[in-house]
Antibody, heavy 121, light 109 residues
Framework: EVQLVQSGAEVKKPGESLKISCKGSGYRFTSYWIGWVRQMSGKGLEWMGI????????RYSPSFQGQVTISADKSISTAYLQWSSLRASDTAMYYC??????????????WGQGTLVTVSS | QSALTQPASVSGSPGQSITISCTGTSSDVGSYNLVSWYQQYPGKAPKLMIYEGNKRPSGVSNRFSGSKSGNTASLTISGLQAEDEADYYCCSYAGSLWVFGGGTKLTVL
């Protein structure tokens, strides 16, 4: 079974750093892009960026470029999303999702269970 | 890249059909037959319902269907059931990046 398992909820203070993870299993981790999606409370889904663990090719949404860093460690089939200095506005649920890309078609499936990040003083 | 435009809410009675629209531009929805649709229950992760515009993953009811015309994609749910009440999001590839719709809350009356 293809599965993405994310790290647990985090409570941080403004200015602190954070790295959350997304571990893939049941498939060849290096052969599929992994995307990250933000969902603020009561709001919609926002695409943040994506990484190809095979060669670490990474692309960011212009809205998140410079605000977060996406990385991956293919030796342990894990993708990461990190912040160097958190803000209260980073409080949200964060999802990772595998990108299935076939020919000219692509879609996100499956999704991780989500990691809730709370930033509060 | 702006979010794709979806109605904030739609509603229908059990057994009826509803359609959720997803309007983009010639740079995303209009350029690629790559719109996917996701269902999300409160407190749960999104679930893929439609990909490549009109294909259903294994296990998704054939009551769900997708289509596209120009810059607008649509999700139709026929034979509405109480379990269909959820939020629905469209997503389109836009050349090296992806964009989601704002989401539509479906209420089954």
């Amino acid at each position: 079974e293809v599965q993405l398992v994310q790290s647990g909820a985090e409570v941080k203070k403004p200015g602190e750093s954070l790295k959350i993870s997304c571990k893939g299993s049941g498939y060849r981790f290096t052969s599929y892009w992994i995307g990250w999606v933000r969902q603020m409370s009561g709001k919609g889904l926002e695409w943040m960026g994506i990484i190809y663990p095979g060669d670490s090719d990474t692309r960011y949404s212009p809205s998140f470029q410079g605000q977060v860093t996406i990385s991956a460690d293919k030796s342990i089939s894990t993708a990461y999303l990190q912040w160097s200095s958190l803000r209260a506005s980073d409080t949200a649920m964060y999802y990772c999702a595998r990108l299935e890309w076939v020919g000219e078609s692509n879609w996100f499936d499956p999704w991780g269970q989500g990691t809730l990040v709370t930033v509060s003083s | 890249q702006s979010a794709l435009t979806q109605p904030a809410s739609v509603s229908g009675s059990p057994g009826q059909s509803i359609t959720i629209s997803c309007t983009g531009t010639s740079s995303d929805v209009g350029s690629y037959n790559l719109v996917s649709w996701y269902q999300q229950y409160p407190g749960k992760a999104p679930k893929l319902m439609i990909y490549e515009g009109n294909k259903r993953p294994s296990g998704v009811s054939n009551r769900f269907s997708g289509s596209k015309s120009g810059n607008t994609a649509s999700l139709t749910i026929s034979g509405l059931q109480a379990e269909d009440e959820a939020d629905y999001y469209c997503c389109s590839y836009a050349g090296s990046l992806w964009v989601f719709g704002g989401g539509t809350k479906l209420t089954v009356l």
